[in-house]
């Protein structure tokens, strides 16, 4: 079901919980350790970074502002287990907290899509974390927040794009520097037309680093089609 489908409510949000949002929508897990799984995506709107590989720029603005209970009844609408709260960066919103306690407590499986740029120590603990690392052809990398790994949870995981064989060198200086591989599963995925395919897996299997090469597996099927 799509958003423009459901009541908007213009109450504050001090007084209903809610979140501005973008869409909901159904597709399959295209990565981390869910790849392949059927989904439901919540995408909340906004985001205070402006990476220049950005594939959702769309969700920066716009959306509208609906009350959790009303998302909650939309998510469940798809009868499915998995849900992946994404965005944007869903953190930048106070809503997003008590909409993924929320989830959690129906009994979904929640994943939350995270820049790395905001605080995640006040998230449910039931909730697995995929968590970017920005690397330097981003242009967000000054606003890592490298804090945020002391909350993560060995069930969590790190996500780094790659965009050039200068971002995946830093990314093995990092992964060293805070012993990432020996804590958690670090996910790579090259920018699509920045970086091959064959040339990240390459440099994956001559690296001495403990990570996992994944390609978006909805741009396979989908291309870069919102809602997919």
């Given at each position: ?13 001090a007084v209903i919980p809610q979140v501005r949002l973008t869409e ?15 989904t439901v995506f919540v995408r909340l709107t906004g985001c205070p ?180």
């Amino acid at each position: 079901m799509r958003v423009d489908e459901a009541r908007v409510v213009d109450a504050p949000e001090a007084v209903i919980p809610q979140v501005r949002l973008t869409e909901i929508f159904r597709s399959l897990q295209g990565e981390s350790g869910s790849v392949g799984w059927p989904t439901v995506f919540v995408r909340l709107t906004g985001c205070p970074l402006r990476c220049v590989y950005c594939d959702t720029a769309y969700a920066f603005t716009g959306g509208q502002r609906y009350p959790i209970d009303e998302i909650m009844d939309q998510v469940a609408a798809h009868r499915t287990r998995h849900v992946c709260v994404t965005g944007g960066e869903p953190l930048a919103q106070p809503g997003c907290l008590p909409l993924l306690t929320a989830l959690c407590d129906q009994g979904f499986s929640v994943s939350l899509e995270t820049s790395g740029a905001m605080a995640i120590e006040d998230v449910d603990s039931r909730v697995r974390l995929v968590m970017d690392l920005k690397a330097p052809s981003s242009g967000e990398s000054a606003r890592n927040l490298m804090k945020n790994l002391d909350y993560l949870k060995p069930t969590d995981e790190i996500k780094i794009v790659i965009g050039s064989v200068e971002d995946f060198r830093w990314a093995e200086q990092v992964i060293v520097e805070y012993g990432l591989d020996e804590r958690f599963d670090v996910l790579v995925s090259p920018v699509f037309g920045a970086v091959s395919p064959q040339a990240l897996a390459e440099w994956v299997l001559g690296s001495e680093r403990r990570m996992r090469y994944q390609f978006q597996l909805h741009k396979l099927i989908w291309g870069n089609e919102p809602g997919h």
